[in-house]
């Protein structure tokens, strides 16, 4: 898997004692990753991954894990509000618009950064993923008022087909 690390000024430490229990998916909704890389490294779009999986399997790194990357924005998972504190966010670039596919690239490169995050926090696990629109719409249903409605990583992302791919590859 080629890897690039790129730095984003967006992102904080996680509150003390929390756990890293969860993982969030999204798409950039860009034409390019060019375009989202370039968002997420300004300071003023205050919006970060902590990776993206370009079309063809390039996994950019701009958050650490152990920080708070800022990807969830107001959310609610698990019955707890503000998501970053405890997931890690993880993007495709997919224009998000119900036409363009996730590429194999993309599924295979994915699963192998959840496999290795799974391996730095045991609190993860497969079945503890979660869409953008998912943690979005909880918060909607307590804030009613509040705006912009996500819908990424979209109805093309097969959740089912990326999980089965993210179990531990078993060691001899």
């Given at each position: 898997m080629n890897r690039v690390a790129v730095a984003s000024p967006n992102f904080n430490q996680r509150p003390a004692g929390v756990d890293v229990r969860?993982?969030?998916?999204?798409?950039?909704?860009?034409?390019?990753?060019k375009a989202s890389i370039?968002?997420?490294?300004?300071?003023?779009?205050?919006?970060?991954?902590?990776?993206?999986?370009?079309?063809?399997?390039?996994v950019y790194v701009f958050v650490d894990p152990s920080q708070r990357a800022w990807h969830a924005g107001k959310s609610i998972?698990?019955?707890i509000a503000d998501a970053n504190n405890?997931?890690?966010?993880?993007s495709f670039a997919n224009k998000c618009d119900g036409k363009e596919p996730y590429t194999d690239a993309q599924y295979d490169a994915g699963a192998e950064v959840v496999r290795e995050w799974m391996a730095l926090?045991?609190?993860l696990a497969v079945e503890r993923m979660?869409?953008?629109q998912e943690i979005r719409a909880a918060w909607l249903a307590k804030h009613p008022?509040?705006?912009e409605v996500k819908h990424d990583p979209g109805p093309l992302f097969d959740l089912v087909r990326f999980q089965s791919l993210c179990y531990p590859v078993p060691t001899a």
């Open positions: 969860w993982i969030v998916l999204h798409a950039d909704a860009a034409g390019d990753a370039s968002w997420i490294k300004s300071k003023e779009s205050k919006v970060s991954y902590h990776a993206l999986v370009d079309r063809d399997g390039t998972l698990d019955g405890f997931t890690l966010g993880l926090y045991p609190s979660a869409s953008h008022a509040s705006a």
